[in-house]
């Protein structure tokens, strides 16, 4: 059974910064592409960040030039470093592969607001 366990989020002020951890257990994720997805209140679930077991990134345009992806395989966790935070940020944050979704884990909560 793969859990999945995000850490790092919190209440920041507009232009802040934040790194998030995603760590997996019950398995390892060298070969897989992974996400950082979140969900706002009232919204549907939706990737930001995407990046792939060659290290590759893609990114949403609504982070691109903020967010930064990156991955630890011999950690099996994924890091989202977050500069620039604006109001619209906050939402809760989740990561996940891009296909073959494990089960989501708790996520951690992200506010942007002074």
């Known amino acids: 059974q793969v859990q999945l366990v995000e850490s790092g989020g919190g209440l920041v002020q507009p232009g802040g910064s934040l790194r998030l951890s995603c760590a997996a257990s019950?398995?390892?994720?060298?070969?897989?592409?992974m996400g950082w997805y979140r969900q706002a209140p009232g919204k549907q679930r939706e990737l930001v960040a995407r990046i792939t077991g060659g290290g590759s990134t893609n990114y949403a345009a609504s982070v691109k030039g903020r967010f930064t992806i990156s991955r630890d395989n011999a950690k099996i966790t994924v890091y989202l470093q977050m500069n620039s935070l604006k109001p619209e940020d906050t939402a809760v944050y989740y990561c996940?592969?891009?296909?073959?979704?494990?089960?989501w884990g708790q996520g951690t909560q992200v506010t942007v607001s002074s």
């Open positions: 996940n592969r891009i296909t073959a979704l494990w089960d």
């Open positions: 019950g398995t390892t994720f060298s070969s897989r592409a």
